[in-house]
């Protein structure tokens, strides 16, 4: 499956949602975390708004017995650091990538599973072509927005700009 080059958007490739999930950032601390709470430690299982102040708080380990809204989850550093929330648990998120013919990946666990299903190292893959219809109450999936080329080329040119000023 390839992605359409005029989509505004788009379900996340594998990689792209990983990176949102996960990316400590660049700087002397490039690199991975192991949780998406910014942390190497499991967040907190708990209800919304989160008290973990350290390693994040999430919606798993069924502590709520259901979903919750996007968002809930507000004590720092319940988010990445692209300031993405929820991709711990809550639910299984569908990504675009075809990990074996039929089947596509899941990431972030979701609210009836245990921490380690938010580790960066877990993946999961589920073939749901032979029932579309079928429906999970833990599976959902993210969306993300696609700048236009135009926009990204207007901010590297203005960053030369500034840098050529100096």
């Not at 979903?67 to 988010?79: E, F, K």
């Not at 072509?129 to 109450?137: I, K, M, Y």
Request: net charge negative; with cysteine.
């Amino acid at each position: 499956m390839t992605r359409n080059p005029d989509a505004t958007w788009v379900l996340p490739s594998e990689d792209e949602w990983y990176k949102a999930a996960y990316y400590r950032g660049g700087g002397t601390n490039a690199g991975y975390w192991d949780y998406p709470t910014q942390s190497d430690t499991a967040p907190t299982a708990e209800g919304p708004t989160g008290t973990d102040l350290v390693n994040g708080s999430a919606n798993y380990g069924n502590v709520v017995g259901h979903l919750c809204d996007v968002g809930a989850y507000t004590a720092m550093p319940s988010h990445s650091a692209y300031d993405t929330f929820d991709q711990g648990g809550n639910v299984w998120e569908w990504n675009e990538t075809a990990m074996y013919e039929i089947y596509r990946g899941l990431r972030g666990g979701s609210f009836d599973y245990g921490y380690g299903t938010l580790h960066a190292s877990n993946r999961l893959d589920y073939d749901f072509s032979n029932q579309p219809s079928l429906r999970e109450s833990n599976v959902g999936f993210r969306v993300a927005y696609v700048p236009e080329p135009g926009t990204f080329c207007f901010l590297v040119l203005g960053g030369l700009a500034v840098r050529r000023r100096r």
